[in-house]
C-alpha cells in the first residue's frame, strides 16, 4: 500500500504563487515510482497537470507550462508542484498519485482557489 498526503493548497489573488507537497509512505512506494499531480475543477473532468518520472523525467500540460514546476526530492519521498501566475481558472483540487508495481495511488486532495 501507498498513501499519498498533500499539502500547501489555499487561497491566492490572480497572478500570485503556491506550492504544493505529495509526500509519499508506505510498503508498496519505491523511489522508482512515477509520481504527478492532476486537478479537478467543479463540474470538470480530472485533468493531468505535470508528472515526473524516477529519474526526474518531466512532462506538463501545454496549458501549464512556463509556469507550473513539477520536482521531487527522493530522499524525502516528496513530489512538489511550484505554481506561478496563477489565474482564476487554475481553481480546483489538486491531488497528487504515484504509480507504482502497476497500482495507481491517489492523494485525497488539496484546495487551490485562485482569486480575480
Known amino acids: 500500500q501507498v498513501q499519498l498526503v498533500e499539502s500547501g493548497g489555499g487561497l491566492v489573488q490572480a497572478g500570485g504563487s503556491l506550492r504544493l507537497s505529495c509526500v509519499a509512505s508506505?510498503?508498496?512506494?519505491?523511489?522508482?515510482?512515477?509520481m504527478g499531480w492532476f486537478r479537478q475543477a467543479p463540474g470538470k473532468q480530472r485533468e493531468l497537470v505535470a508528472q515526473?518520472?524516477?529519474?526526474?523525467?518531466?512532462n506538463y500540460v501545454d496549458s501549464m507550462k512556463g509556469r507550473f514546476t513539477i520536482s521531487r526530492d527522493n530522499a524525502k519521498n516528496t513530489v512538489y508542484l511550484q505554481m506561478n501566475s496563477l489565474k482564476p481558472e487554475d481553481t480546483a483540487i489538486y491531488y497528487c498519485?504515484?504509480?507504482?508495481?502497476?497500482?495507481?495511488?491517489w492523494g485525497q486532495g488539496t484546495q487551490v482557489t485562485v482569486s480575480s
Open positions: 508506505g510498503s508498496g512506494f519505491s523511489s522508482r515510482s512515477h
Open positions: 515526473i518520472t524516477d529519474g526526474g523525467g518531466t
Open positions: 498519485y504515484a504509480a507504482s508495481f502497476g497500482v495507481d495511488y
